[in-house]
């Protein structure tokens, strides 16, 4: 069956390093996303990786292993503003370009 | 970049009405659009995708006759919350594919009272 997991919920402090994990099993793969949504608001793109390796964008990059089923986001220079669910999705091959999401992860930031 | 507009923002509807939802894709064409749902607490779920010009695909579990999806242009796509309940109250979102980085509407917060 389709599967992606990650923590439920985190806590960083303001100004550190966090890295939030993202394991999946799906029957096909066509790239891995990653998105924030703050509490009552849409979810925005953060990034996107099809094939392995990092991807650095500012503060936050995403990596990926397909071999392993695995990516994370990293997030430097935590800010309060960072406080926000961060949402793993991959696209699988079948059609109409539907994403499989996993079910976020809370990301506390304390000052 | 490629916008989403999502009306309402939030609306509350007695029960057994029916709300209508608009999402236009500001500068782009929307082939498909995915409409989700989402309660508290919860991540995103997929109710239906539509395709301009054809019926609308739905999930397991989702009613078709209750949420109408409608995809009649290629900027335009409408879901329709008929005869709602308060356990329809949620958070639902459309989101089109204009390339690699899906763009999501605002969202509506629905309230059945």
């Known amino acids: 069956g389709q599967n992606i997991d990650q923590p439920t919920e985190m806590t960083a402090t303001e100004g550190a390093i966090v890295q939030i994990n993202c394991t999946y099993q799906?029957?096909?793969?066509?790239?891995l996303f990653w998105y924030q949504q703050h509490a009552g608001e849409a979810p925005t793109f953060l990034s996107y990786?099809?094939l392995d390796g990092l991807e650095e964008k500012g503060r936050f990059s995403s990596f990926l292993s397909r071999s392993k089923g695995y990516s994370y986001l990293l997030l430097k220079e935590l800010q309060m503003k960072d406080s926000a669910s961060y949402l793993c999705?991959?696209?699988?091959?079948?059609?109409?370009?539907?994403?499989?999401w996993g079910a976020g992860t809370k990301l506390i930031i304390k000052p | 970049g490629a916008v989403v507009s999502q009306h309402p923002s939030w609306v509350i509807c007695k029960s057994g009405t029916s709300v209508k939802i608009e999402c236009r894709s500001l500068?782009?064409?929307?082939?498909?659009m995915f409409w989700y749902r989402q309660f508290p607490k919860q991540s995103l779920m997929l109710m239906a995708t539509?395709?301009?010009?054809?019926?609308?695909?739905?999930e397991q579990g989702v009613e078709k006759d209750k949420f109408l999806i409608n995809h009649a242009s290629l900027t335009l796509s409408t879901l329709t919350v008929t005869s709602a309940h308060p356990e329809d109250s949620s958070f639902y979102i459309c989101?089109?594919?204009?390339?690699?980085?899906?763009?999501f509407g605002s969202g509506t917060r629905l309230t059945v009272v």
């Open positions: 989101s089109a594919y204009p390339n690699y980085g899906y763009t």
């Open positions: 500068d782009f064409q929307a082939t498909t």
């Open positions: 539509s395709n301009e010009g054809s019926k609308a695909t739905y």
């Open positions: 799906t029957s096909g793969f066509n790239g």
């Open positions: 990786n099809v």
């Open positions: 999705a991959v696209r699988d091959d079948g059609s109409n370009y539907q994403l499989i």
